[in-house]
């Protein structure tokens, strides 16, 4: 059954991003809560689970109604953790293969870091972190899809075609990634300049990323395979499996991720457009 919204799509959307984005500032400023024990910064994830909760209920829609269907969940997470799998695989097969051309040995090492534009060099190897690394970023995806590719979507559909609703998602969601390089730059970590190159960098690769999932949503009818693919890049891509050569870790982290998320990306665009062929006809 469809639900009235009664705030205005835009409005609603950017009221809950600028406080979402709000609490992200405070925490990666003031808190700094992944230089604790914690070692990550998930409290503005939580506190955004809690506001999009209080804005299901306060508009009338259900989990279900943005995407998180119960029925065939754990399938479809599957799904996009292959997905994830297999073209992370086909990356870090070709950051080993650049590596190689340089002159330099490099191989795989598995341990649990924090993620860092600027490199990471602390080792966690404990059953402990593996399983808090884990635990957070399923917090992190099903903030960040619940209000990005969830709520956002279905809200800016209303009165936009999906498309058009899922490049704002993604706009938003390139914007929301800013943080990071802004306060590598505050803490002195890179120069202005770098901060806008990779600035816009990741504004560019998030985007990329927040309409590839938006899409599988679209093609799905739920967030599972979006949320699956989205968990193995945060998780196993990001902190948990790197490339280790004489040099240093992860010199080319960047490049993998951007490797994985076009084909991941290209691959999703194909079954998008075939799909919306063959229903045309």
Known sequence: MERNIKCKPNNLCMIIFMLCLSVRFVEYFLIETDKTAIGENVLHKVVGIILLALVLKKINLTWGDIG??????????LKGL???????????????AILALQGSSAHLEIYISSFSLTGSQIKNTDFVFFLLCVLFNVINVWMEEGVFRGLFIKTLSKTKPFMQANFIAAFLFGIWHMVMPIRSYVNGEMSFAAMILMGIGYMILAGIMGIKWGLLTRITGNIWIGLGDHLFNNTVATNMLHVVSLKSADELQIVRIMAAQIISFAFVMVVYYCRKRNANR
């Open 82 to 96: 292959l997905l994830g799998g297999v073209c992370f695989a086909i990356s870090y097969g070709l950051e080993l």
């Open 68 to 77: 998180f269907q119960k029925k065939g969940f754990v399938s479809s997470i």
